[in-house]
């Protein structure tokens, strides 16, 4: 046994000693030549490679335990609450687990749903507002502090800015009310113009004065999908598409245009069905008169394009880290009535520091987003459904350590060479030295 131990010994001095030797050599002959630079140009002529495609994944048994647990939690939740609807879960930019659980058509409970289905992310939408309006700060189109009489010249009210509609702090009365009071026909569509019309019209007394407090209310971004069409003088629709959909590729994205028309149309197509639930049946939600209202709602996508989006804002890739990082600053003074706060178009959680979420909730349709930023995480859950599982059960998912993963590569170059990708803030480019506007 000690003669066997000796030459293991020996052998592995003697390889550790052949080691230290050609890295010397390798040193010494790099150290005598001048050092090589490879231009850009040169870049997109070598082969490209999806760097995690040629490494073994070590971490396959702990990312198939973690799938295991939370398909094991969705499961239940099929079992017990009848949840229908499609989830991404990802952790160290990686996506763990995706799966769709239910029916399209829950009247007949037929039509497998599918991860690429396409659902209304109800609330969930501001995200993706207050994101284009970034952009426009980025492009120096945009004052935050500035009255948005600046933009929408005939609006009534003094002392509304870009920020305190961000934050929810412009103290206006909600335009559903609105509508609802004086809107003569509901079978014709309400539009974002018909917002302004009538607050000019009927000027409704505000909750509080600028600034004076917090009240989430959809008018907020509403008029900042307004903001944008008249500072780009873009459709709003268009806006998006061109500055974050196609950039990201995010093709099954858009926002929903209801047809400049007499009549709403009854349902809206090519996307899943929403459901109220709680009667015999499953009821189809039908389409309705405020769905012409956009920038607060009315955002059609699914769960890989969200999470592709979270990817561009994690890794600062369509505003300058110095304009995104305001998304998470709380917009409020805190308050011992109100626990979490709000940046812009995201909560902040207080009690999971690090914390993001939105939800949202319109009209036969629910949306989740979670992300924890200390560790990593993302849960996305979309349903057709107006009841359901709660939030507390995907932050358990969110909260659950039994499995941690290292980081793992996102490949944005690959994004930008394959796929073609116009990423105007990409980490790999010399953002201080060279700021591309989108």
């Known amino acids: ?15 550790i000693a052949l080691a230290i030797v050609i890295i010397t050599a390798i040193y010494s002959s790099c150290s005598n030549k001048e050092e090589q630079f490879i231009e850009p140009e040169e870049v997109k002529k070598l082969p490209v490679v999806k760097v995690d495609s040629i490494f073994i994944d070590l971490n396959s048994d702990i990312i198939q335990n973690k799938a295991n647990a939370i398909d094991k939690v969705f499961s239940n939740l099929r079992r017990k ?36 289905d396409r659902f209304q992310l109800s609330s969930v939408s501001k995200m993706f507002t207050a994101e ?62 018909d917002m302004i019309d009538y607050y000019v019209k009927h000027q409704p007394t505000p909750y509080f004065k600028p600034n004076g407090g917090f009240n989430y209310s959809n008018v907020n971004y509403a008029l900042l999908a307004c903001i944008i069409e008249r500072i780009s003088g873009m459709t709003f629709a268009d806006y998006m598409k061109t500055y974050i959909f196609e950039p990201l590729g995010m093709n099954d994205s858009y926002i929903y245009e209801m047809p400049d028309s007499t009549r709403v149309p009854m349902y809206i197509d090519s996307i899943v069905q929403g459901y109220y639930l709680g009667r015999k049946r499953p009821m189809q939600a039908q389409n309705e008169y405020l769905n012409g209202v956009k920038g607060d709602k009315m955002m059609i996508s699914n769960t890989k394009d969200m999470f592709r989006f979270w990817t561009a804002v994690d890794y600062g890739l369509l505003v300058p880290d110095s304009i995104q990082d305001e998304a998470f600053q709380p917009g409020s003074p805190k308050s011992k009535k109100r626990k979490d706060n709000y940046g812009f178009g995201i909560r902040i959680s207080s009690k999971y520091p690090g914390c993001y979420y939105h939800y949202g909730w319109w009209k036969g349709y629910r949306s989740f987003f979670i992300r924890d930023d200390v560790d990593d995480k993302t849960i996305i859950v979309l349903t057709n459904t107006d009841k359901g599982p709660g939030s507390d059960h995907f932050w358990k998912i969110i909260n659950d350590d039994s499995y941690s993963l290292p980081p793992a590569s996102v490949n944005i170059p690959y994004w930008e060479t394959i796929e073609n990708r116009r990423l105007p803030h990409s980490c790999y480019k010399e953002r201080n030295n060279e700021i591309v506007n989108p």
Do not use: C
């Open 1 to 15: 046994m000690h003669n066997m131990f000796s030459k293991i010994t020996s052998k592995k001095s003697r390889l």
């Open 81 to 116: 609450t009848g949840f229908n609807g499609t989830v991404l879960y990802a952790e160290q930019g990686q996506i763990i687990y995706e799966k769709a659980w239910g029916f399209r058509d829950l009247r007949k409970r037929r039509d497998s749903l599918h991860i690429d």
């Open 132 to 193: 284009a309006i970034m952009i426009l700060r980025s492009q120096g189109k945009i004052d935050y502090d500035n009255d948005i009489r600046e933009y929408i010249p005939e609006f009534p009210y003094e002392g509304v800015t870009t920020r305190l509609l961000l934050n929810h702090r412009s103290g206006l009365s909600r335009y559903e009310s609105l509508a609802d009071a004086e809107w003569p026909d509901r079978n014709k569509p309400f539009f974002n113009d």
